[in-house]
């Protein structure tokens, strides 16, 4: 029988420990991919292109917010992506189901709910913890940058993220493995797409979308 394979993507070892608790105590066999970082993560959603699922936190190093869930969202599209977060607000949670998350589930939970919720998604549900009553975006002004940053290219999601870091064009250049002026120019993609007119002000307004998480 052919194994499911699951990433688990979570900088705490003890918190990924739960959750191959969880994915362990599903039926079938099961190889479990775990990452410390979110290039491990992108590296071993690169490397499996066969998984099943992959369980994110949306706050480790190399990442912060939802800029991660954008780059893979758009990098790996045929990848269910569920976050696991201690940042469980119920705007948080409509804003990463918003920008693709096939579901939510909160740090907070027991290894019950969190093996319910992952094979909710892997039966091609949406799980949200059981105090989410969802609802719309009330900020008509968050609702459109949600669906402009929904238009950025993997690359350019991933340099929107550093950006957010407080990382220069050379930095990025070298991290991403391009030139400088590559950068320069996702840059100004990402500037002309989100209507405004200098990185800075891209960086407010990825900050608009993850003001809501705590943690």
């Not at 191959?20 to 599903?26: E, K, M, N, T, Y």
Request: glycine content about 8%; hydrophobic content about 45%.
């Amino acid at each position: 029988m052919t194994a499911s394979t699951f990433i688990i993507a979570d900088d705490h070892p003890l918190f990924r420990g739960a959750l191959r608790q969880a994915v362990s105590g599903i039926d079938g066999e099961q190889t479990i991919i775990e990452a410390g970082d979110f290039e491990a993560a992108r590296k071993a959603a690169a490397t499996h292109s066969d998984a099943e699922l992959m369980m994110l936190d949306l706050s480790m190093p190399g990442v912060s917010g939802f800029s991660g869930l954008m780059s893979l969202r758009a990098e790996f599209a045929s990848l269910p992506i569920v976050i696991v977060s201690a940042s469980d607000d119920p705007t948080t949670i409509r804003r990463a189901l918003e920008l693709g998350a096939s579901g939510f589930i909160s740090k907070s939970s027991g290894i019950e709910d969190i093996r319910a919720a992952i094979q909710s998604v892997l039966e091609g549900d949406i799980w949200t913890p059981k105090f989410y009553q969802g609802g719309q975006e009330q900020d008509p002004d968050v609702a459109d940058l949600i669906s402009r940053l929904r238009t950025l290219t993997p690359q350019q999601s991933r340099v929107l993220g550093m950006l957010g870091e407080g990382l220069l064009n050379k930095q990025i250049a070298y991290e991403l493995g391009v030139s400088e002026a590559t950068i320069k120019a996702h840059v100004s993609a990402i500037l002309l797409k989100l209507k405004v007119d200098s990185r800075t002000q891209a960086v407010i307004q990825l900050g608009k979308i993850n003001m809501a998480m705590v943690a």
